[in-house]
């Protein structure tokens, strides 16, 4: 099963800061296999990226990914005040078919 | 639009079992896959399986299979995940999910959860 790291685990910034966020894989991960989720309290959660650097539909430029094989990236180039989240990295692995979540990142406002 | 609603909370006693529905709307339902995901409080979401709706194929993830199945009802849009023994342990948030795979392997619209209690 491949394990993934997400790293830090809080992530304290201000409005209008840089967030980067990081997501590490025990093995390598095809980047059409890797997708980010935003999560708030109470809600489920919310596609962001998939296929590691795809913008789902209604997410803004802020947002990007990055990354390939054991190393990936979630940028957040400017904090809006709606961003303040947890945020979950997950992939797919095809061999056998088994799918999984990263530890998250929590961003907070500090 | 798409939407999910899943069926309400549940409170069960330790060894029981639980089903929870999933009514999909807004979209051909027998062109995606639906998966189950728990979130334990506090705890990151876990993956617990998904089904091709389409050929009713399933895909278990190792820690649930013998213990979880996962079914539709094309007739009404809806996907039903039964989980049995059931212990403390089960306690969290269990949300369906549509599921696009292929190419890409994500899910892209979530229901709003239901509330699975094990407690004796």
């Known amino acids: 099963e491949i394990v993934l790291t997400q790293s830090p685990g809080t992530l304290s910034l201000s409005t209008g800061e840089r967030a980067t966020l990081s997501c590490r894989a025990s093995q390598s991960v095809r980047n059409n296999y890797l997708a980010w989720y935003q999560q708030k309290p109470g809600q489920a959660p919310r596609l962001v990226i998939y296929?590691?650097?795809t913008r789902a539909t209604g997410i803004p430029v802020r947002f990007s990914g990055s990354g390939s094989g054991t190393d990936f990236t979630l940028a957040i180039s400017r904090l809006e005040p709606e961003d303040f989240a947890v945020y979950y990295c997950?992939?797919?692995?095809?061999?056998?078919?088994?799918?999984?979540f990263g530890g998250g990142t929590k961003v907070e406002m500090k | 639009q798409v939407h999910l609603v899943q069926s309400g909370a549940d409170v069960k006693k330790p060894g029981a079992s639980v089903k929870v529905s999933c009514k999909a709307s807004?979209?051909?339902?027998?062109?995606?896959?639906i998966t189950w995901v728990r979130q334990a409080p506090g705890q990151g979401p876990e993956w617990m399986g998904w089904?091709?709706?389409?050929?009713?194929?399933?895909n278990y993830a190792q820690k649930f299979q013998g213990r979880v199945s996962m079914t539709t009802d094309t007739s009404t849009s809806t996907a039903y995940m039964e989980l049995r023994s059931l212990t403390s342990d089960d306690t969290a948030l269990y949300f369906c999910?549509?599921?696009?795979?292929?190419?890409?392997?994500?899910?892209?619209?979530w229901g709003q959860g239901t509330l699975v209690t094990v407690s004796s």
């Open positions: 296929g590691a650097s």
């Open positions: 807004g979209y051909t339902f027998t062109s995606y896959g």
């Open positions: 089904i091709n709706v389409y050929n009713g194929n399933t």
């Open positions: 997950q992939q797919y692995d095809s061999s056998p078919p088994e799918l999984t």
């Open positions: 999910a549509r599921f696009v795979s292929g190419f890409y392997y994500y899910f892209d619209f």
